[in-house]
């Protein structure tokens, strides 16, 4: 896609700090460095959000996660790390090429907030089956 800032990475058109390359993803350090060796994994193939991923693309980008998360563990000792992958601009996408966030934590105040508001009261098991037997009907594999 020629105005997307990504694809012109792959493409090479955009310098960027590699951390990995094979024919189908590209790992790169993520300008905003949000946290010491912030990375972004992409497939090659231009897609924009999760919703478009193929099982192919998808099986071959989410291949590599674990080793890059492993470097990234190895060389710089976070105390975890949080995978972040937003879908559309409601949920806070702004390049709009799929990518996965892999940002390292290093303790309680390096500007990262993953906290999750429970509504656990507001459904009961009866709620939860339909809930999940609506999404597994939908599910096309």
């Known amino acids: 896609m020629s105005d997307c800032i990504f694809c012109k990475i792959i493409n090479g058109e955009l310098p960027s700090a590699k951390v990995f390359e094979n024919d189908d993803v590209l790992a790169f350090l993520d300008l905003s460095q949000v946290t010491k060796g912030h990375t972004l994994v992409i497939p090659k193939l231009h897609n924009e959000t999760i919703f478009d991923l193929d099982a192919d693309t998808a099986k071959k980008l989410f291949a590599v996660v674990p080793a890059i998360a492993r470097a990234i563990q190895s060389e710089f000792q ?48 009866e709620d939860l089956k339909q809930i999940a037997s609506a999404i597994n009907q939908a599910v096309q594999i």
């Open 78 to 125: 976070p105390k975890g790390l949080n995978i972040i992958n937003n879908n559309g601009s409601f949920a806070g996408q702004e390049v709009f090429h799929y990518h996965l966030h892999l940002i390292p934590r290093y303790n309680e105040t390096d500007g990262i907030r993953t906290k999750y508001i429970s509504h656990q009261a507001d459904y009961d098991q």
